[in-house]
């Protein structure tokens, strides 16, 4: 096994970071790995925006409700972005498009979201620890704003990157069985009775973590948050619908 | 710079693989990387289906019409995966949930993706060649049909994975001024006259290419492709909500 699966193979969260910023070349690149990601046929249908801004900062983390959300370390944004190729479009003539259609609304967040990914891994491989943020569709009406974000774009997902200031336990993740199939897919079922020893193994991993120790088991978090929704989330199908996306219409 | 990042700025796709198959260790190994990718609040919304029957890989490759899909390297088809949750909570008692809503639909689309790119990076330290497969969505109802996908489970992205049997070049991506902005977005406009020099710079890569030559420009491939949708690919948000997804009812 190589440095970089050992290291994928121990990724954690990093949710406290330390008070050293990310140099500007440490910055430059990682947006240049995230340029360089896979992109659905050269569409290259995403950006990113860094926010440096202290107000900003303090909007997004009242947004996440998360305290640790531009505290420290360097916050990236990644949006999903339709808008600049609607935008040359447009410059040469045909204002008419198919890019808000649900193909291309997929193909935009694929985009941006495997980014986000290939920035994580460089960022590991650098030392540094990161944590993805998807609490900024909290209010994704008011990240648009914030943001000054023109329809056909969209926040998908947030990344904080930075020097780590903690050492969290290894999250356990689900045995191979229950998520990888052959040729169609089969879950064994009834799942429940057959996940005991993984519940186990996530129960004593909070049981014994250092830090927000609590009791609890997979299935018993699967089963509270079945119906848990943020007030505000529930307007998101609303939302990503007037930034132009899942728009049939063309 | 470390050696990562070098081979993650170095990034190509490959689409040619020699017949050499992957052995099961690597392919429990790129697995095994995939599962331990940072899942949206531990909810671990994403499944893996391994395509080694070659009638279905014949008829996945005709889906995408693509020659090299599934004739060489091993396919993995990722898949949005709220089903086995849905399950957990049924079978504890509560069929009501909103795992179907458009939060969670985004969430569990993430996952699947973020899982994707994660597994690109093993491969590609292992000195594997990888092409994303969004080809896969030409007819996502037949392919949800051949995967026997229940409700609530989505193909979202393939993913084909083996030794290499190609360099191509480098493809030149966006320059950064264009994709990435601080506070708010920010795109340079007009933006098509400020592309002349990137255009000048794709144009040479089709034109020096070693296969499939041809003269092009972003700009211009931008705009043929501004309506370009393949006929099913209109039954996107349709076959989407059939599988029980951007449902926002409960």
Redesign the interface.
């Known amino acids: 096994?190589?440095a970089?699966?050992a290291r994928?193979?121990?990724?954690r969260?990093i949710r406290a970071l330390t008070a050293q910023p990310l140099s500007q070349e440490i910055i430059?690149?990682l947006?240049?790995?995230a340029?360089?990601?896979?992109t659905?046929?050269?569409?290259?249908a995403?950006?990113?925006?860094?926010?440096?801004?202290p107000e900003?900062k303090a909007a997004i983390r009242k947004i996440t409700k998360q305290s640790y959300v531009g505290a420290t370390g360097h916050l990236f944004i990644f949006?999903a972005?339709e808008?600049?190729?609607?935008?040359?479009?447009q410059?040469?003539g045909?204002a008419?498009?198919?890019?808000g259609?649900?193909?291309r609304t997929?193909?935009a967040?694929?985009d941006a979201?495997?980014?986000?990914?290939?920035t994580?891994?460089?960022a590991e491989?650098?030392g540094l620890g990161?944590v993805?943020l998807?609490s900024i569709?909290n209010d994704a009406a008011q990240l648009i704003e914030l943001?000054?974000?023109?329809k056909l774009?969209f926040p998908?997902?947030g990344l904080e990157v930075g020097y780590p200031d903690q050492e969290p336990q290894l999250?356990p993740?689900?045995p191979?069985n229950?998520?990888?199939?052959?040729?169609?897919?089969?879950?064994p079922?009834?799942?429940?009775p057959q996940?005991k020893d993984y519940d186990e193994i996530v129960h004593n991993y909070y049981d014994l973590r250092e830090t927000n120790q609590r009791v609890d088991t997979?299935?018993n978090?699967?089963?509270q948050?079945?119906?848990?929704?943020p007030e505000k989330?529930?307007e998101?199908?609303q939302t990503?619908r007037q930034q132009g996306f899942?728009n049939?219409a063309?």
Not at 40 to 44: D, G, H, L, P, Y
Not at 147 to 150: A, K, N, R
Request: no cysteine; aromatic share 8%; hydrophobic share 45%.
């Open positions: 096994m190589n970089e699966i994928q193979l121990n990724h969260t430059d690149t947006v240049n790995v340029r360089h990601t896979a659905s046929q050269f569409q290259q995403f950006s990113i925006i860094s926010i440096t801004d900003l949006v972005d808008y600049r190729n609607a935008t040359i479009g410059e040469m045909n008419h498009h198919s890019l259609n649900t193909d997929i193909a967040f694929s979201i495997l980014a986000v990914q290939n994580v891994n460089a491989s650098m990161t993805i998807g569709l943001l000054q974000l023109p774009t998908v997902l999250k993740r689900l191979e229950f998520m990888h199939f052959q040729n169609t897919y089969q879950l079922e009834p799942i429940v996940l997979f299935t978090q699967i089963y948050r079945l119906n848990n929704v989330r529930h998101l199908l990503l899942l049939e063309n």
